[in-house]
């Protein structure tokens, strides 16, 4: 009953078993994991020997006092239609689901039940998760939730009306960080001699060093801008010509990613 079961064994629902193992938050007897892809199933039965691995979804939810439900949206009804039933309120769903709200949740399950972003970055114990807890979760059960998400990475509570944007920024933020990593090893490229390969290379580097600078100084932005882009530098001028140009663009990109939040919404669970 005090297991930990997790319903889906894709992206994220491998990140987050093998991340609770190897980071010792869990054992391989306290884990439960059921996938409806044989593929997946053995992957993980060969990644964590002696790991439970059940037939249906129904069996995890009967064992587990936990469940983290980590599933395409579109799939969210069905799964809830097979484990609802054989689930007390004392229980605990915690669902990975993008555009399904605590509200549908909550009209399907009578117990606690959270709402978690986890990041790609995770696999590596980085980057933040962010976790909005419903209106039956008590202290014992955020709590648990978020030791075992602080496991893997940083945890930060949201209001879910905060939720899409911050998601933005924690969850989707690693690919659009990572593309301009890639367009300003491109400018470097295009502008000198440095092969693709060289450009990438430094531009990567870069922005790692920049974040842990950020972090383990306390500095701001504007703090370190202040100290690399002197009046009549290089930087200066690089920094002005973005500080002219991205504000408009990063409106527009959160704008189309708002819009398309809105147009892959589910309404969640219909009893």
């Known amino acids: 009953m005090d297991c930990l079961g997790v319903i889906g064994y894709g992206q994220m629902g491998s990140m987050l078993v093998n991340g609770f193992l190897a980071s010792g938050v869990l054992r391989v007897d306290e884990v439960v994991v059921s996938s409806k892809s044989q593929k997946s199933r053995d992957a ?60 549908g949740l909550e009209a399907a399950f009578t117990g606690p039940v959270t709402r978690v972003v986890p990041t790609v970055t995770s696999r590596v114990g980085q980057g933040t998760t962010l976790i909005c807890h419903g209106r039956q979760v008590g202290m014992d059960d955020a709590l648990r939730v978020e030791r075992l998400f602080s496991s ?46 060289q450009a990438l290379l430094l531009a990567t580097r870069m922005v790692a060093a920049t974040a842990a600078y950020l972090r383990e100084t306390g500095e701001t932005p504007p703090d370190l801008i202040r100290r690399v882009a002197t009046s009549g530098g290089i930087t200066k001028v690089g920094v002005q010509e973005l500080q002219r140009r991205l504000p408009g663009t990063f409106d527009e990109v959160f704008a189309a990613m708002l819009e398309q939040h809105d147009a892959l919404r589910v309404d969640g669970y219909r009893p």
């Open 44 to 103: 993980c039965a060969a990644a964590w020997p002696g790991i439970s691995i059940v037939a249906t979804n129904a069996e995890l939810a009967r064992r587990c006092r936990m469940v983290i439900i980590a599933v395409r949206p579109q799939e969210i009804a069905g799964i809830l239609d097979e484990i609802v039933p054989v689930m007390d309120g004392g229980k605990h769903i915690v669902s990975l689901a993008t555009g399904v709200g605590l509200e």
């Open 152 to 197: 893997i990475s940083d945890v930060v509570l949201v209001e879910e009306s905060n939720l899409p944007v911050a998601t933005f920024l924690s969850s989707c933020g690693p690919g659009l960080l990572a593309a301009i990593i890639e367009e300003l090893a491109g400018a470097a490229s295009r502008a000198g001699g440095l092969s693709t390969d």
